[in-house]
């Protein structure tokens, strides 16, 4: 899952508004923004298997030090602990782990049986991703909706707020499109570092909110 991931990260200003777009984000996208480093480093192993899933040719071999539960639930504490350290919101720390963990669960929906409890534990997975359709609606609607959700949470102060706002949502569809629908990687090394490149998306969310406000709820 992709969208659905950054979706939660979106919907999750409504409540925890202190935060940036970029915090929320980042956490969400967390495991899988730190993976492609334990890829390279030859800690985790993914390989690429035409037809393993309908959705993706990825074979998530081994992962337990970014995306078994275990992990998750320490990742998660480390970030919303660092940011309770700095920022002083105990709200927004504990929004900020549960979106880390949110990962573990958005993922045991979508992959086959490789997502891990713990390292050397039992492996989750309903397989969402056998079918095309459904994965194309669950993330719709998961994106869409945390879309929605902080468009209502903020407003534009200005047209970059606006412009640059609508334009992270495209250029993110047209990505997932070209995944879903494109080849396969060439490599499990361009797997790595088009991961990194995700990170690129974290700067641009907080430029986002720089031209945003909040809209007080009643």
Known sequence: MFLGHIGAGMAAKRVAPRPALGTLVM?????????PLFMLLGLEEVRILPGHTAV????????????????????????GG?????????????????????????DVISHAPDVPTWPGGPKLGLG????VPATLVVEAVLFAGGAWIYSTATSARDAIG???????IAVLVVIYVASVFGPPPPSESAIAWAGLAGWLFVPWAYWIERHRSRVEQR
């Open 82 to 106: 660092a940011y309770l350290a700095k920022r002083g919101d105990r709200r927004g720390a504990i929004w900020i782990a549960a979106l880390v963990l949110s990962h573990w669960v958005l």
């Open 128 to 131: 969402l991703w056998n079918s």
């Open 162 to 168: 606006r412009w640059a706002w609508w334009t992270f």
């Open 27 to 35: 956490a969400a996208q967390w495991v899988d923004g730190i993976w």
């Open 56 to 79: 993706t040719p990825l074979e998530f071999v081994s992962y337990p030090y970014t995306h078994s539960l275990l992990a998750g639930i320490g990742w998660g504490a480390l970030l």
